[in-house]
């Protein structure tokens, strides 16, 4: 391929390497020039281009890419049309990636001009989620890198989608005197939801005595008529002749491992019975929270052998005590389809540390803060937008004249930050699956980063908090689940829902926004700063 710059005299049939106006004419990068393209860039004055020539040897990008996808074996993906010189690869159906990385890093170390991207190896993906694509950076490839490429794909498959098989699982949990029955029955629910959400079904529970013949018998009954049998022991497993692994001996099982190197869930024993999995859950388990359970329990719901050796591999990246939880839900009800989300803009309060004027009131770009909280609020598609107010409330609902919001007056706004979230959750419609918790005195937001928030709390089903952070530290706002709606009611005084949130029996979803989930204007030199200004018609 010829790359540079082209005299129009030669450029019949050349490819544009940027988009180029000249006069009426408008040609997109990409365009293969025609003899009317060279015409009318001669009478507008132009004499040269920069385009790419391809010679005989090479091959267009778009057919290059489609040559690569099918030299490519793979299971359960399908390959989408070539543009721009890339296929994108999907999952057919929701099960767990896997890939040859050896295979990929080959095939990216022939020539630059050729590459490909695919998901981690045992990613979780839905049904036509992207798990892969093709690229070709230039305009053409040689055929000779692309006959390489094809020859390394030849006999190997490259990666593939591993779909959950639908899996019958029984539940077995021993009890002991200290045990209370409500936390068997949370488990249960965790552990439901957890199955549901890899496309399989908890058929039935045992809840026989923390004895090694008890356990034993139950674990053969729910072994008859399941595919996996999982064990949640009263106690922590600490020894490989502990009741629960003993058990599964007993049971006329195999113990394959005991223990993994994946923090939460060092205590998981792996164990089999007449060729079905029996899993011995760590107590993390009983948390929605994501730990090493989720990914053996995924796996094997995929059908994806695991062994001692894949357990004993997990260590490096098991370390999982700081990372965002893995969206679970913690009620028996099913994950909502559709999560509409309310915005509130909490504007009650009293501006204290301003000395006198109502921040709030303060204008940016001549638009007081108040109403450019609701604007974007409205742009990031708030359904509705609540203006909860209370502190010259009169003002401040003046300054919204004219927006489709819904003004909440909390007559308690001088108790605190309580009682404007509890004014937010009153007036949240049924439809709505979550409200986003919105301080109306943070002007460095913008509509994209509430809808970045929201489009995280609706790919995790909507029953998750969503929590702005900047460098990993929490910030504002923070998208409440509906699940959490009652237990607002429980806050008194200036507290917000820290507590509820950090407790640990829901997941937690943090989104990084950078400063602007930092910045707050409580003093007029913070407002200054954020280019507020402060007139006398606000005080």
Not at 185 to 190: A, C, Q
Not at 214 to 233: P, T
Not at 249 to 277: I, S
Request: with cysteine; aromatic share 4%.
């Amino acid at each position: 391929m010829i790359f540079g710059e082209t005299p129009l005299a030669d450029a019949l049939g050349a490819i544009l390497a940027h988009s180029t106006h000249a006069g009426d004419l408008k040609l997109k990068k990409g365009h293969v020039l025609t003899e009317s393209d060279i015409r009318q860039l001669r009478e507008a004055g132009v004499s040269k281009v920069i385009a790419a020539r391809l010679q005989e040897a090479d091959i267009e990008e778009n057919t290059a890419a489609l040559k690569i996808a099918e030299a490519l074996q793979w299971f359960g993906v399908r390959a989408g049309p070539a543009s721009t010189g890339r296929v994108n690869c999907y999952a057919e159906a929701s099960g767990l990636f896997t890939v040859d990385a050896d295979l990929i890093n080959t095939i990216n170390s022939v020539d630059p001009s050729v590459t490909i991207a695919t998901l981690k190896t045992y990613e979780r993906v839905e049904q036509e989620q992207m798990a892969a694509t093709i690229k070709i950076i230039p305009f053409a490839v040689p055929t000779a890198i692309l006959d390489k490429i094809c020859e390394l794909a030849r006999g190997r498959q490259a990666f593939g989608v591993h779909s959950f098989a639908g899996s019958r699982i029984g539940l077995i949990q021993t009890t002991l005197p200290s045990v209370k029955p409500t936390v068997l029955d949370k488990t249960r629910r965790v552990t439901e939801a957890r199955i549901a959400a890899n496309h399989g079904v908890l058929t039935s529970e045992l809840r026989p005595a923390h004895q090694g013949d008890a356990l034993a018998a139950a674990i053969r009954e729910q072994q008859k008529s399941n595919d996996i049998v999982i064990v949640f022991g009263a106690s922590a497993v600490v020894d490989q002749d502990d009741i629960v692994p003993a058990a599964i001996r007993e049971a006329g099982g195999t113990v394959h491992h005991v223990g993994m190197p994946v923090d939460p869930g060092n205590l998981l024993v792996l164990g089999e019975l007449d060729g079905k999995p029996v899993i011995g859950a760590p107590g993390c388990a009983r948390s929605p929270k994501e730990n090493g359970f989720d990914w053996i329990l995924e796996r094997l719901m995929a059908e994806v052998p695991v062994t001692k050796a894949d357990i004993v591999g997990l260590g490096v990246g098991g370390l999982l005590m700081e990372i965002p939880t893995r969206p679970q839900p913690r009620d028996p009800r099913q994950p909502v389809t559709r999560s509409d989300v309310a915005i509130a803009v909490l504007a009650a309060g009293q501006s204290t540390r301003m000395n006198g004027p109502n921040k709030l009131l303060a204008t940016f770009d001549d638009v007081p803060l108040i109403r450019r909280s609701a604007m974007i609020a409205i742009a990031a598609g708030g359904d509705p937008v609540i203006a909860v107010l209370g502190h010259m409330a009169e003002q401040c609902s003046a300054a919204l004249d004219g927006l489709s919001v819904v003004i909440a007056l909390n007559k308690d706004f001088a108790s605190g930050l309580a009682s404007s979230l509890q004014t937010a959750i009153r007036n949240v419609p049924p439809s709505a699956d979550g409200v986003m918790m919105l301080l109306a005195d943070m002007p460095a937001l913008t509509a994209v980063d509430l809808k970045s928030m929201i489009r995280q709390f609706q790919d995790a089903g909507g029953q998750s908090v969503v929590r702005a952070t900047y460098k990993g530290k929490r910030g504002n706002p923070v998208l409440l689940p509906r699940l959490l709606f009652d237990e607002v009611f429980t806050l008194a005084g200036d507290v917000g829902a820290r507590h509820l949130i950090e407790r640990g029996d829901i997941p937690v979803i943090d989104v990084e926004l950078g400063e602007a989930a930092a910045i707050d204007v409580d003093t007029p030199d913070m407002l200054n700063r954020a280019g507020g200004t402060i007139t006398e018609t606000i005080r």
